[in-house]
């Protein structure tokens, strides 16, 4: 059963323009909601993330924004860059730090 | 200070063989999950070591076993190699001790089962 649903599956962006990427679980024992960057032949790298007795954190061009009562949260990337196209996973964890993965948003930056 | 590290990088295999994936933790970090990722799919959970026991489990078979040592670092097994065996296998460390969730990962080891 897949607990974190993700989309969409890939997602075009003018050089510049705001990427969006949204998620959604369903265990509500989850506690803590990193997102992950990975490029090609790489580990995922933790970009930034959310606990959810805060609905926003922003850090730099990334915000994560997050919606308890719907259980739901999002990725948004500002002013995106070429360097940003890359695959992101949203995930969530709870307990012993088993971290669930969405299925991954494949971005490309277009300039 | 050195991230997560994690050997071999690349490795090929074939059917009905055995594997052994190695990897080291960050430094301060007590704790190492390990993840199986198929082409064009998110990290899967394997399994998580911690005090040099296995203590979560994923959906994953027995023929998949693990190690941790004294030093946190820790190896993946994977006996009677399958075709759909083949994947990135990740290692990623966290902090258990401290109560935080962030587990950073290595770059990963690519099997290919022929």
């Known amino acids: 059963q897949q607990q974190v649903k993700q989309s969409p599956q890939s997602l075009i962006v003018q050089k510049g323009g705001i990427s969006i990427i949204n998620c959604a679980y369903e265990?509500?024992?989850?506690?803590?909601f990193p997102w992950y960057q990975q490029f090609p032949g790489k580990g995922p790298a933790l970009l930034i993330a959310i606990r959810p007795d805060v609905s926003e954190k922003k850090e730099g061009r990334f915000t994560i924004s997050f919606n308890k009562s719907a259980k739901q949260f999002s990725l948004h990337i500002m002013d995106s860059q070429p360097g940003d196209s890359a695959t992101y996973f949203c995930a969530a964890s709870g307990g012993y730090q088993k971290v669930t993965f969405g299925t991954g948003t494949k971005l490309q930056v277009i300039p | 200070d050195a991230g997560v590290t994690q050997s071999p990088t690349h490795l090929i295999k074939t059917r009905g063989q055995q594997v052994t994936l190695r990897c080291s933790p960050k430094s301060g970090h007590d704790t190492v999950s390990w993840y199986q990722q198929a082409l064009g799919q998110g990290p899967q959970f394997i399994f998580q070591y911690y005090e040099e026991e296995e203590r979560q489990r994923g959906n994953f078979p027995d023929r998949f076993s693990g190690h941790q040592f004294p030093n946190y670092s820790s190896e993946l097994n994977v006996n009677a190699l399958l075709l759909g065996d083949s994947a990135l296998y990740l290692c990623?460390?966290?902090?258990?001790?401290?109560?935080?969730?962030?587990?950073?990962f290595g770059p990963g080891t690519r099997l290919t089962v022929l």
């Open positions: 265990n509500t024992a989850f506690d803590y």
């Open positions: 990623a460390s966290s902090f258990q001790t401290g109560g935080r969730n962030e587990q950073f």
